[in-house]
């Protein structure tokens, strides 16, 4: 599932703003920070305050709520094991 959100983020050119608000909040890379969290409904919710960001609480809220259609789909697909 980490790659899988990896190439989300890449594919919406949203992975350089998602590594910069990491860096910038949390002081993480995407590696470290794909090692220490355990949920991939939350990849996107644990990873930063949305409102210290450029973008904003609205914006990453709208890719959160993309990210977790995807991960319900992937449940759906493969149940809580493969996840």
């Known amino acids: ?8 983020l890449v594919t919406r050119r949203l992975y ?8 910038k909040c949390r002081d993480l890379n995407f590696d470290k920070y794909m090692n220490l969290v ?5 990849y996107v919710s644990d ?3 949305w409102e210290a960001c450029p973008e904003e609480h609205n914006f990453w809220a709208g ?3 993309e990210w977790e259609v995807i991960v ?12």
């Not at 350089?16 to 860096?23: T, W, Y």
């Not at 319900?72 to 996840?83: D, F, N, P, S």
């Open 1 to 8: 599932m980490k790659e899988q959100f990896k190439k989300f």
């Open 16 to 23: 350089k703003p998602f590594c910069r608000n990491l860096r």
């Open 38 to 42: 355990s949920f991939p409904n939350n």
């Open 47 to 49: 990873a930063f305050e």
């Open 63 to 65: 890719v959160d709520k």
């Open 72 to 83: 319900e789909q992937e449940r759906k697909r493969y149940g809580k094991q493969r996840l």
